[in-house]
């Protein structure tokens, strides 16, 4: 598959689309100020040949290709901290976290996740061949991930679990709840425990506290001309079983 120019483009127009739901969700820590917003959106005219290598990036690895203000990464558990930058690779063990005024973009194949001011993220050590996995523990990340036969991507935060075969959609970690919002396609979301589940499809919302995360994921309907004012609330709808 070629990565190019345009599609990060595109992608970017699609963050643009989501960002006002799961930033209006998200707690104060999490949040890029303005000017991370815009220039997160706008990362376009990229040379292609950046991603010359994409395609054949070792298992559950990613080519990071936009970073701004503080991004650091630590390549394995005993590495020590370091800033990102663009064409790092980072793969199994590494971990990243961006200040309160940082973001950066990774690519995958087809697959792309935008990182938003706050946030921390770890690829864990060993997966299955056919996995690719993200651990979520704080913040906020939108995702696009392309359908591909035969391969699952999931993304794990202390409270829910999201897998998906094919879609964008975003996850927002606070200190006490997560919560995944859909734009496109349809996620399945269950709580840590797996004790209970939804289907989460284009335009709604599921959310799981630390109190109710063996009590079920909640799903409700949310746009996103509305979501700016549903904000903290969202998630607290009727469940889905």
Known sequence: ??????????????????????????PPVARADD??????????????????????????SWLVTQVSGDVTVRIAAAAPWRAMKPGDIIGPSASVRSGSAGWA?????????????????????????NLTSLFQSLGNVFYQVEKSPGRAFEVRTPYLLAGVKGTTFSVSVGASSASVSVSEGTVGVSDAAGQSSADVSARQTASVS????????????????????QGAGQGRGAGRH
């Open 105 to 129: 973009v990774l690519v995958r194949s087809e697959d792309r996740m935008a990182v938003a001011a706050g946030t921390a993220v770890d690829i864990p050590a060993e997966t299955r061949s």
């Open 35 to 60: 000017r991370n917003q815009v220039e997160l959106i706008v990362v376009g005219d990229l040379n292609p040949k950046v991603f010359s290598s994409v395609a054949d990036l070792p298992l559950n």
């Open 210 to 229: 630390a109190a109710a995360a063996g009590a079920g994921a909640g799903v409700q309907s949310t746009s996103a001309s509305a979501a700016a004012g």
């Open 1 to 26: 598959m070629t990565t190019n120019a345009a599609g990060l483009r595109a992608f970017a127009a699609a963050f643009l689309l989501g960002a006002g739901c799961w930033l209006a969700a998200a």
